[in-house]
Structure formats: C-alpha cells, structure tokens
C-alpha cells in the first residue's frame, strides 16, 4: 500500500507540498491506471507487479488529517503499518534528492504527524521527497510549500520519480529488506539517495 501526502483540491496540484502526489500520479501513468473515488476518505488505484498487488492511496482530505485515510486503508485492507509506505515532500532535502525514512519523528510535516497519531506508531516507513531551494526559508516555509514547482524544477522531479518507483516497485515485491538493498544501489557515490531511519 503506497500513500502520498498531498491536498485533493486542483489548484494545490503543481504545489511543492503535493510532490507525493505527483509521485503517484507518475506511478499510476507508468502502470496505466487511474484513481477512482473510494467509499473511504481517499482515491484509490490498483494494480500489480508480477503476481504481488498494490494499491495507491491519495487522501480526499488535506494533508493536516492523511492519518485518517491511512487508518481507513490499513482498515480496509486489513493491512498491518508494515504494509505502508509513504511519499511525502520534504522541504529541508534540495530538490531533486530523496530519503528513505524507516522510522522517528516527523520532521515537522503534518500530514506525517497526523499519520504518526492515527496509527499510534512512527514506525512508518517514508520516502521524503526534497522540495527545498534558495526561496526557501523558516519565515515563509507555509508560502514556500503551498508554491509551484518551477519550470526547472522539472527534469529533476522527472529522475527522482523514476528512482522512487524502483522503491515503490522493491516494496511491493519485498517489503522492507528489499526497498533498502534498491536504496542502497541508488545511493552510491554522486546519487542523491541514502537511508535514514
């Protein structure tokens, strides 16, 4: 189960705090599917790769409450926190980088601490997406991730998508143990991945 972080309403669509849900909409073209509304508080597309499914999980609520479309997944599918994997932005990573997360606070993101709350555990395992850039600063980081990506922001959110989806991809089929041995391949010398749990 893949969950982005992202606000439902289109004209948060390009904004850097929807990254996740930019992720999942590049996952859902690779693999030819579209979202569809659920009887719960999110959109939902299915697939699978080779014989394991998956589902992609966008909340129809803003990013302060995803801990409650993520308890409803979990519920839905009675699926365990292992199950999950979230894609979130993070706005302290440069753009065109990622971490992977297995663990620990939220690194003041509220969609992660609501997340955090409504599953009573931060054993939660995130990809964090970088959206930061030299607009960026503590006194308008509200502004900041409400603001668009720009135009040269693209081709970098092209690559991390890709490397993101070969994470997405090792979850699916493995779990955690694989996602991390994908990781670490991804984050030899010069690449902008690593592992932090």
């Known amino acids: 189960m893949i969950l982005g972080i992202g606000n439902p309403n289109d004209r948060y669509r390009y904004n850097r705090h929807n990254v996740g849900f930019m992720c999942l909409d590049y996952l859902a073209n690779k693999y030819s599917i579209s979202f569809l509304p659920s009887r719960n508080d999110y959109y939902l597309a299915e697939h699978k790769v080779g014989e394991n499914y998956f589902s992609l999980i966008k909340p129809s609520n803003y990013v302060n409450n995803s801990g409650f479309s993520a308890m409803q997944a ?17 706005v302290y990573l440069t753009t065109g980088t990622f971490r992977v997360k297995l663990t620990g606070g939220d690194g003041g993101h509220k969609g992660v601490s609501s997340i955090i709350y ?3 555990s931060d054993d939660v395992a995130r990809i964090r997406i970088g959206v930061g850039g030299k607009e960026f600063s503590q006194d308008n980081i509200a502004e900041y991730v409400l603001s668009d990506f720009c135009k040269e922001d693209d081709r970098l959110l092209i690559e991390v998508f890709e490397n993101c989806s070969a994470l997405v991809e090792a979850f699916i089929c493995g779990g955690i143990k ?5 990781n670490s391949k991804l984050a030899k010398p010069n690449n902008n991945s690593d592992i932090n749990s």
């Open 74 to 90: 979990l519920s839905k599918y009675r699926a365990s926190i292992d199950d999950l994997l979230v894609i979130h932005d993070d």
């Open 118 to 120: 409504h599953l009573s």
């Open 178 to 182: 694989q996602l991390l041995d994908v």
